[in-house]
């Protein structure tokens, strides 16, 4: 059963992320984005449930997006069934309702993203 609340879309968004390893902001850029998480590409992923700092942009949007995170699943690559880029899931822990829509809003003429990209994305991968 899935727990996912929201449609993912596929979105190469920069997103600075600030983790307690780190004051200084590291860039990373999504490969895909909801209004509750995001899924960043890195061969440096922290670990599952590391809290982080993520901030980002979006066009349309009347102001950047900057929301308290929990890793919630890492892809290191090493495993025959990883599919899609290396790099780590982080669900967002405090956006707003207005925050949700307005991510949403931004986001409706993106691709949907599918649950294992590899399919499709083998030829793609960073």
Excluded: H
């Amino acid at each position: 059963m899935s727990k996912r609340f929201e449609i993912r879309r596929l979105a190469g968004v920069p997103m600075e992320v600030i983790s307690a390893k780190s004051d200084l902001p590291l860039e990373f850029v999504t490969f895909d984005l909801s209004p509750r998480g995001a899924y960043l590409m890195s061969d440096a992923v922290p670990k599952v449930g590391e809290q982080i700092v993520c901030a980002f942009g979006l066009y349309g949007a009347t102001k950047p997006f900057c929301f308290f995170g929990q890793v919630t699943r890492v892809n290191r690559g090493r495993r025959k069934n990883d599919a899609g880029p290396r790099g780590f899931g982080v669900t967002f822990l405090d956006p707003t309702a207005r925050e949700r829509l307005s991510i949403r809003s931004c986001l409706r003429n993106q691709p949907m993203a599918f649950q294992t990209p590899g399919r499709w994305l083998a030829g793609l991968r960073p």
